[in-house]
């Protein structure tokens, strides 16, 4: 219950603070349709349809269908070149993906989530295959 409305308190703190768009992603939804099962800052999702958008310099709303919905810290990503192409980039152990990076097509910077506790345990007795989802602007 307190960590619903710490939760709560955070999302509207967020929303308040929504008028530093990151370029990038602002005017431009990243779009994908995800095979598997995913983690992003604690919360688990389900596979399906997800579309991210920034909603401040420091967080991410990640949208799916009905309760699959959230916000999520993140930072500043940094590329020497732009990206080819609009992807999401997953580090997998095992069967469990974990929501590491955001980037679209033609821009030199994206978004890096930091690794949960869990993901951070699994690091520890194992390297991170990466995976790739290839979005839509």
Known sequence: MKKQRLFSLLAAVVLMTAGSLCAQTSDKPVKANIP??????G???SAGQYRVNAVSDL???IL????????V???RAESSSPSATTKLIFHQYGTSYFLYQIWVQGENSGRQLPMTRVEKELASNAIASPAVVVAQK
């Open 36 to 41: 598997f099962d995913f983690n992003a800052a």
């Open 73 to 75: 810290f993140s930072r």
């Open 64 to 71: 799916g269908q009905g309760s699959e919905s959230g916000f």
């Open 59 to 61: 967080a991410l709303a």
């Open 43 to 45: 919360k688990h999702y």
